[in-house]
């Protein structure tokens, strides 16, 4: 498969996950252009590679936990272009409150969490992706849920007073 | 009620919806490519131009030839120019005396501002084989904080008498050092193994060079990072800001947006996709304030420090 081919087919899915792992759009997209720009580079020794596409989601998370916003990153648009799509609100009142926990979880809590919930991983596939430990895998996920609990808890409770 | 994993799984799976659109991302995938093809033949072409040179020209005697670049302030003309913004600039204050055999330095980076918490300013110099179709290469950045150091897999290192951290590496695979060098310095070194990683730290010394443009424009946006790299002859500039970004090249157009700034180089102008924008008239009146003080030029561009 050439590289136009893999993104033409890819590149929605990869954006929706990106999008997940980030909960920011803009920096999605910065990401999943970033890591197709140098896969290209590399094509042909990724394509040889069993399952392209996770290499390719590997590297997004790779990315997204490591980040440095790289100049490759930046969707530069010149002048003439279609104009730009406003990117959508987050979610609706009802998870409002989750999504603003799980968006300031540290990176690599989140994309543990990530993995887990959204990619169905488990902890050893987890920590392949992560570079680390499973059981650093369990305790990142275990802190990001304690979180995620607390918050809520005293959320309903605020809530209800 | 629904637990909070469960809670957790129907967020994730809502936030899907919100992903751009793969036909508002494919355009900026194709121009990094066509981007990237140009810098690699920028370097290509210097790489030829460099072995040519290097059979009459002595080869520069190791550590003496690189001096600081001229900050703007130094190149300011005496009146200055109705543009407030003078160019971006960063120090880096960390630099090797020893490099593998091969490598030349092939681009500079900075982020001025801290635009997130946890990722500091940096000055990074970027050391590549002299041709290109060769793999391998060494970073090496100056640091505002301690940045990106994994929580876990990772093994102390003794550089130059400070004890740092270190790690291997898998996008680029190789491996990386981290060491306070001193109060608001971090120096960060990668390369292809811990050896040569290690031999590059013990061999930094404090010599400053300075990542900037000499330009200067309209403010009307704070720029906070700055990329340069090709080769002198054919040098490939990009400055971000908040909602816009300038980008130097030899590229030539009739957009209003792109200033002629001499010696075949052209400044575009342009917005970010997915932020906020100026109106078009802003980024034309920032094209039309562009100033040059001094020459356009990165002599380091291609040679050995």
Request: proline share 7%; with cysteine.
């Amino acid at each position: 498969m050439e590289f136009e081919e893999f993104a033409a087919a890819r590149l929605q899915a990869l954006l929706r996950y990106a999008t997940v792992l980030t909960a920011d759009p803009d920096l999605a997209q910065d990401l999943v252009q970033d890591v197709l720009i140098r896969v290209h580079r590399r094509w042909r020794h990724i394509e040889s590679e069993e399952r392209p596409e996770q290499y390719v989601r590997r590297a997004i998370v790779n990315a997204y936990v490591s980040w440095r916003r790289t100049w490759s990153v930046r969707n530069l648009v010149p002048f003439g272009s279609p104009p730009e799509r406003a990117a959508p609100d987050p979610p609706g009142p009802g998870q409002s409150e989750l999504w603003l926990r799980m968006s300031r979880l540290p990176r690599r809590q989140r994309a543990a969490v990530v993995l887990r919930y959204y990619e169905g991983l488990s902890d050893r596939e987890i920590a392949e992706v992560l570079g680390c430990s499973a059981s650093t895998v369990r305790s990142h996920i275990s802190k990001a849920l304690a979180h995620l609990r607390v918050d809520l808890s005293h959320h309903r409770f605020q809530e209800a007073t | 009620m629904k637990t909070t994993e469960e809670q957790i799984r129907d967020l994730l799976t809502s936030e899907e919806l919100r992903a751009p659109l793969a036909a508002d991302a494919m355009p900026g995938i194709h121009r990094g490519i066509a981007r990237d093809k140009r810098r690699r033949t920028s370097a290509l072409v210097a790489a030829t131009i460099a072995v040519a040179a290097a059979i009459t020209v002595p080869i520069v005697v190791h550590g003496s030839s690189q001096h600081p670049a001229k900050t703007p302030t130094a190149t300011r003309p005496s009146k200055p120019v109705t543009p407030q913004y003078v160019g971006l600039t960063r120090i880096s204050t960390l630099a090797p005396t020893w490099l593998p055999a091969g490598l030349v330095e092939t681009g500079r980076e900075a982020q001025v501002l801290s635009t997130e918490p946890g990722f500091p300013a940096f000055a990074e110099r970027t050391f590549s084989p002299a041709d290109p179709r060769k793999d391998g290469g060494v970073g090496i950045t100056d640091y505002a904080a301690s940045a990106h150091i994994p929580k876990t897999g990772t093994v102390p290192v003794e550089v130059s008498g400070r004890t740092g951290r270190g790690w291997a590496t898998t996008d680029p695979k190789g491996y990386e050092i981290q060491v306070k060098w001193k109060a608001g310095h971090w120096l960060d070194v990668t390369a292809d193994t811990k050896a040569t990683a290690l031999r590059i730290g013990n061999s930094i010394v404090e010599h400053s060079v300075a990542v900037n443009v000499p330009i200067t424009f309209r403010k009307s946006s704070t720029v906070h990072a700055i990329n340069i790299s090709g080769s002198r002859k054919a040098p490939f500039v990009t400055m971000l800001g908040s909602h816009l970004y300038i980008e130097i090249n030899q590229t030539r157009d009739s957009e209003p947006t792109t200033r002629a700034l001499g010696h075949g180089l052209y400044a575009h102008i342009g917005s970010l996709a997915g932020r906020k924008s100026y109106p078009k008239a802003e980024y034309v009146a920032i094209a039309e304030s562009f100033r040059i003080h001094g020459k356009l030029d990165f002599p380091w561009l291609g040679k050995r420090p």
